[in-house]
T-cell receptor, first 115, second 114 residues
Framework: AQSVTQPDIHITVSEGASLELRCNYS??????LFWYVQSPGQGLQLLLK??????LVQGIKGFEAEFKRSQSSFNLRKPSVHWSDAAEYFC?????????????FGTGTQLKVEL | ETGVTQSPTHLIKTRGQQVTLRCSSQ?????VSWYQQALGQGPQFIFQ???????GRGNFPPRFSGLQFPNYSSELNVNALELDDSALYLC?????????????FGPGTRLTVL
């Protein structure tokens, strides 16, 4: 079975600083990978996704992520963090079961932004 | 275009009771997935419905059941509630075409079991 590991439970950065959130996955085939963001009391919003092709993918809100097969990683980055980026971030991998598709999520990284 | 909606927003039940949560899928979507998100955890896949049939199930007991209706809306039913069932329940809809279909999430229903 596939799994997703997000090693950092909490991260604090200053506004304007760069950000990198780590994600490692375990999956036998070519993974379909995602990053979601969740603000307090809200559902999940898709930031970006990787299916195939260019290993550097661009998403919304200035986020990008790089797929590295050799390291089984899909780290999320942003060059300059804004206070509104404070939220919880989830990395996920899609698994294709006999009947359908399901997402397996990591435990999340809580981002705090200091002004 | 209407997004995924869920009702109710919050719900408080006592142990042993039964609960029904509802989800309306996004326009044009025919697949609904349900996830349970316990406090401090990532969402966990409960099951998926496609064309009114269960189309994949995660590691949840049979007291978690669901329905999908002809208009593709869905219900999640949980019987014999336990304290550990307290969580945010997320519904996601998608369109079943191609190998992978992006799932769009609703805001969730917060269930508290006392």
């Amino acid at each position: 079975a596939q799994s997703v590991t997000q090693p950092d439970i909490h991260i604090t950065v200053s506004e304007g600083a760069s950000l990198e959130l780590r994600c490692n996955y375990s999956y036998g085939a070519t993974p379909y990978l995602f990053w979601y963001v969740q603000s307090p009391g809200q559902g999940l919003q898709l930031l970006l996704k990787y299916f195939s092709g260019d290993t550097l993918v661009q998403g919304i809100k200035g986020f990008e992520a790089e797929f590295k097969r050799s390291q089984s990683s899909f780290n999320l980055r942003k060059p300059s963090v804004h206070w509104s980026d404070a939220a919880e971030y989830f990395c996920a991998v899609a698994e294709f079961t006999g009947g359908g598709n399901k997402l397996t999520f990591g435990t999340g990284t809580q981002l705090k932004v200091e002004l | 275009e209407t997004g995924v909606t869920q009702s109710p927003t919050h719900l408080i039940k006592t142990r042993g009771q039964q609960v029904t949560l509802r989800c309306s899928s996004q326009s044009g979507h025919n697949t609904v997935s349900w996830y349970q998100q316990a406090l401090g955890q990532g969402p966990q896949f409960i099951f998926q419905y496609y064309r009114e049939e269960e189309n994949g199930r995660g590691n949840f007991p049979p007291r978690f059941s669901g329905l999908q209706f002809p208009n593709y809306s869905s219900e999640l039913n949980v019987n014999a509630l336990e304290l550990d069932d307290s969580a945010l329940y997320l519904c996601a809809s998608s369109s079943a075409s191609g190998r992978y279909n992006e799932q769009f999430f609703g805001p969730g229903t917060r269930l508290t079991v006392l």
